[in-house]
């Protein structure tokens, strides 16, 4: 059991797993990627695991979350005409964790469609997110990381989720424009370990057609970013980091 079941995302299943087995699980996560449903699915075998060793499927704790009984895994979704989340729902939210988990080791809150929180809303998850209590932690589902307020994101770990198969392919077609998915997705279909002068070369010639398109096309901010990135490619060991971080930087949602 366990998330490896669930089809793709080999790069966020890495990032989980290694907190799994280090036990630097952080307190807040934002997981964010096209497909809100399958990453609901993988918070529920994340939420297993942190209470199961093995999210073997048959222990009392896997069969609540499961069937969704578990007191320790809260899923808050949007309600309502508006489908938000409101201030209310959070402050009964706040009133439950209070105490930690009650029968598991992990009290898992996950948050469906985040970025439909309202804004009051939003404030007052913050200060939960600034001092969560001991053994609780939030997993923020978004497939819009940048409708959410930059003070929620800087305090939670972002995990991309963008439906990679684990293939190297340098050769891949570089996607133009800043569609921030399909660079995503290049990105993942990088060899995490394109440390060879030649793969380095090829992506840095690509980087270097795209920052021009950027500057014929007037976008000079998003030539700057591609720059950036070229620069940075000699200096980075690991280059699907150095082209996550231009992904995010050029759809705007982490600052460059
Ligand atoms: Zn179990």
Not at 128 to 149: A, K, N
Request: hydrophobic residues 40%; charged residues 30%.
């Amino acid at each position: 059991m366990g998330f490896e079941n669930i089809p793709g995302e080999i790069r966020a299943k890495k990032i989980i797993s290694g907190a799994l087995k280090t036990g630097r699980i952080a307190n807040s996560y934002i997981f964010c990627g096209q497909n809100v449903d399958q990453i609901a699915e993988f918070t529920k075998e994340f939420a297993k695991l942190l209470n199961c060793e093995t999210a073997c499927g048959k222990c009392l704790n896997c069969t609540k979350i499961t069937s969704g009984t578990h007191p320790d895994f809260i899923v808050v979704m949007p309600e309502g005409k508006k489908s938000i989340i409101k201030i209310d729902r959070i402050r009964d939210l706040k009133n439950r964790i209070k105490i930690g988990p009650a029968e598991g080791t992990y009290l898992v809150v996950s948050i469906m469609n985040a970025d439909s929180i309202e804004i009051e809303a939003a404030n007052s998850l913050l200060k939960m997110l600034e001092e969560p209590p001991q053994g609780v932690v939030f997993v923020l589902i978004t497939s819009r990381m940048d409708s959410l307020p930059k003070t929620v994101v800087s305090r939670c770990q972002g995990v991309i989720f963008a439906n990679q198969n684990d293939i190297e392919d340098i050769d891949a077609e570089l996607p133009s424009g800043s569609d921030v998915w399909s660079l995503l997705k290049f990105s993942s279909s990088l060899s995490e370990s394109s440390s060879k002068e030649a793969e380095r070369d090829k992506l840095e010639k690509k980087l270097r057609i795209l920052s021009a398109e950027f500057f014929r096309a007037r976008k000079l901010r998003e030539s700057r970013i591609v720059l950036n990135a070229i620069r940075d490619i000699k200096k980075m060991a690991n280059t699907r980091l150095l082209m996550d971080r231009m992904s995010l930087c050029l759809g705007g949602w982490i600052d460059g």
